[in-house]
């Protein structure tokens, strides 16, 4: 928290979009300071204490302007963010919207785009909070730890384990 402020202290960046106001709105409500920018695509969060990039898309405007200008606007997304994902909105995701994501998928098939679908605000917002949260510093760090001790847990107590371990003692 911020000194006096009471305000958490994740910053997310956006440009002023108007169907981007519910999620700034959101954010604010939970106590996240928004800092609008100029320098960054049109349609994308940026958090930026755990250097998470988002680029929200709403598909039924995907599908009115034809998709290409927004595919450009893409690759020059994960050009700029390392950790991006796009976050395609639909109230229900039906056939004509899963072939979308399929084709964005295909199209940067090997980058660093990850295309997650989601329903509506509170959805997103709580999606992004999530991965935000868990990659930052000090929670991915207290992430691996478990991840390592549970690994250890696995092995030590793993029948497998221990007849390999046994196998190998009687070689010897």
Known sequence: RQAGRGKKKLEVCHPIISYLNHFSESL?????????????????MIFSLSGIAFL?????????????????????????HRNSFLLLSAALHGPKEWDLMFRIQKRFLGSNLRVIPVHNTAETVKLMLTIAKITCKPHIDNIR????????????????????????????
């Open 145 to 172: 730890y478990r991840m390592l001790m549970a690994k250890a847990q696995i092995i030590d107590q793993s029948p497998v384990w221990k007849m390999l371990h046994k196998i190998q003692l009687d070689c010897n």
């Open 28 to 44: 604010q409500r939970q106590h996240h300071r928004v800092r609008y920018s100029d320098s960054v695509e049109n349609g994308s």
């Open 56 to 80: 929200l898309a709403d598909t039924q405007d995907l599908f009115k302007t034809g998709g290409e200008l927004f595919l450009g606007r893409t690759e020059k997304f994960i050009n700029v």
